[in-house]
């Protein structure tokens, strides 16, 4: 992911990885991991994503962090909700009644700014990186998270076939990140209808990374 192309999608409106409704394989799994009301759920690279909508009516506070101010302006005016904004070193500051949106570089978040979080809710990060950046970005989040448990959803197909973002994440790659430190659980694996952008085979994969004691 470049920041000005990302910046220039949000500018452009062209925002087709936005989806309109909750993630289905968020509101399909979420329920297994049996995770307390009150609960603060990381959202890493989290544009206006309605699962944050669905997430608060749930009972749960969010954190997130997202490149473009674009996004989180429009994620507020979708909640209905004026929030307080303030500056956190690089980074600005979206806050309202039990959800905290930082505006800036992935890699300006500090453990101390994020704060305390019960899980991480990866489906639109890790995706939209490329391999290189997926190294810096796992490790960075393991450490600003303190290897909190994760929920992550990733796609897997021919990137022979189509370029990504999103891009294919197999199951060996999981591994080399994270089964260092978590137990990785494979929740799921669901064909995605018509195949990713309509022109490759594809499928959806759920993880549930736990942390090893």
């Known amino acids: 992911m470049e920041f000005n192309h990302w910046h220039d999608r949000w500018e452009q409106n062209q925002i087709g990885f936005h989806e309109g409704q909750p993630n289905v394989l968020l509101v399909e799994y979420f329920s297994a991991l049996a995770l307390d009301k009150g609960s603060r759920i990381m959202l890493p690279l989290c544009g206006k994503t309605v699962d944050i909508h669905w997430l608060l009516e749930q009972g749960y506070q969010v954190v997130g962090i997202e490149l473009s101010e674009i996004a989180v302006k429009q994620l507020f005016e ?3 909700t004026t929030p307080t904004i303030t500056e956190v070193g690089a980074l600005k500051r979206y806050e309202a009644t039990n959800v905290v949106i930082y505006v800036g570089d992935f890699f300006e978040l500090t453990e101390e700014a994020l704060g305390a979080v019960d899980l991480v ?3 639109a990060a890790l995706v939209a990186l ?3 950046q997926r190294k810096r970005y796992t490790a960075h989040l393991r450490q600003i998270t303190q290897n909190a448990p994760q929920l992550v959803i990733c796609y897997e197909y021919d990137q022979s076939i189509v370029a990504g973002p999103p891009h294919s994440i197999s199951a060996e790659e999981m591994r080399q990140h994270y089964a260092e430190y ?8 669901v064909p995605v209808e018509g195949g990713l952008k309509g022109t490759c085979p594809s ?3 759920v993880w549930y990374l ?3 004691n």
Do not use: C, G, M, V
């Open 203 to 205: 499928t959806e994969h």
């Open 130 to 132: 490329t391999e290189p």
């Open 210 to 212: 736990e942390p090893i």
């Open 182 to 189: 978590f137990e990785l659980k494979h929740l799921a694996e």
């Open 121 to 123: 809710y990866d489906r």
């Open 78 to 80: 979708d909640l209905a």
